[in-house]
């Protein structure tokens, strides 16, 4: 699953009852999304050269003829647009949500590929995730709170949001379990 978690366990504890965000404190975890990507830079070079060969080869029959100048142009344009569709989607995955996590804030930032930032966030106390097993998008997850209900993952796999879910689930509720509390001395008696 294309994740990354970031667990902070310098300083004071999460639960030492201080306000975190507000100090300026990195945040106790923080889970970087980003969308899959399949093909590696040297499977793009290798496509486009396979591609321009298999392209090319039926163009060697009718080489110097007014038919090799006729299906130039398309088998060119066919090239130019495979690799305008590749590209682009080597684009759209720089998409990224980060969703940081400290003792008194939750905050979810999704960054478009063209540098568009989105961001949402509120009191951790109050966030609960919501998984949607059926409906138009199988396993819709969700973050709930601060008054709106906002998606997380959506370019995940259906299975890879199944997945992400319980570790949500843990993580948001380790962050609003109170610390233990030292045990009271036995009263004098």
Do not use: C
């Amino acid at each position: 699953m294309p994740l990354k978690w970031e667990d902070n366990t310098q300083g004071a504890p999460v639960h030492a009852g201080a306000f975190r965000f507000e100090k300026g404190s990195p945040p106790a975890w923080r889970l970087v999304l980003w969308p899959h990507r399949s093909l590696p830079r040297r499977g793009f070079a290798l496509i486009i050269l396979v591609a321009w060969i298999l392209l090319m080869l039926p163009l060697l029959m009718v080489l110097g003829t007014p038919v090799h100048w006729g299906l130039l142009p398309f088998m060119l344009g066919t090239l130019a647009l495979l690799w305008y569709f590749l590209e682009r989607s080597y684009t759209d995955g720089r998409l990224t949500e980060v969703l940081s996590v400290w003792s008194d804030r939750v905050e979810l930032v999704r960054t478009d590929p063209r540098g568009q930032v989105k961001d949402w966030h509120a009191n951790p106390h109050w966030v609960r995730v919501k998984l949607y097993p059926e409906g138009a998008v199988e396993n819709y997850l969700t973050l709930k709170g601060g008054g709106r209900e906002v998606e997380i993952g959506a370019f995940l796999s259906k299975e890879e949001r199944a997945e992400l879910y319980p570790a949500l689930v843990e993580a948001l509720s380790q962050t609003r379990t109170p610390a233990p509390r030292p045990p009271s001395p036995p009263a004098a008696g």
